[in-house]
């Protein structure tokens, strides 16, 4: 195959899709997270963190120029227009790094990213694959890692309903049960995607 199978993995907080796309690496998938391109982006210097300081302001940095997660986290998830600012700056530039990352590779490359459809990032995917479960269950599951309530039900309130998730999405995984039968599902879809990417 002349380029990677590109697979968009989504789902809403403590949806289970972190567990997914550790099965997909162990099966010997490149698999990249959103949030550690991010956590590259607020690096000092990073056009994340020039980004952070036009649109939030200095105090959002540390001394060496580099962003303070969770201040900014506090910040957007409760407000609003700072969130969609911030996002839209953001974006961009994950989607360009994982671009560049998945051109140079070969075989089947996941992105594993929250708010993949809501960015617009379906359309760069051959297949999106979104982990659901119901919001109360995954509330509950967010809180026993150790996240404040609030905070969890504040990131669940942004991330939305889900229904655009769910539309664009070729392929849905239902961890609403165990994990056994989430691996089940995981395994065959392993199997699918190893085909598409031998073609």
Not at 137 to 165: F, P, Y
Request: hydrophobic content about 45%; overall charge negative.
């Amino acid at each position: 195959m002349n380029r990677s199978l590109r697979v968009g993995l989504t789902g809403g907080l403590a949806s289970g899709k972190s567990t997914v796309a550790g099965w997909m690496r162990d099966a010997g998938f490149l698999v990249v997270d959103a949030d550690k391109l991010v956590s590259e982006l607020y690096q000092p210097g990073g056009e994340g963190a020039a980004a952070v300081r036009s649109l939030l302001g200095p105090e959002f940095l540390n001394e060496e120029g580099g962003v303070i997660p969770a201040r900014v986290a506090e910040k957007i998830f409760a407000e609003t227009d700072s969130r969609l600012a911030l996002e839209k700056a953001i974006h961009p530039l994950v989607r360009k790094r994982f671009a560049a990352l998945a051109d140079a590779a070969r075989g089947v490359v996941v992105l594993e990213a929250t708010l993949l459809v809501e960015a617009g990032y379906a359309p760069d995917f051959d297949c999106v694959i979104t982990v659901e479960c119901d919001g109360e269950t995954r509330l509950q599951r967010a809180v026993a890692r150790g996240m404040n309530e609030a905070a969890a039900r504040s990131r669940l309130l942004a991330q939305g309903d889900g229904d655009a998730r769910r539309a664009a999405a070729h392929r849905h995984l239902d961890n609403c049960c165990d994990l056994e039968y989430l691996r089940h599902q995981v395994d065959e879809l392993i199997e699918e995607l190893r085909r598409l990417a031998e073609r």
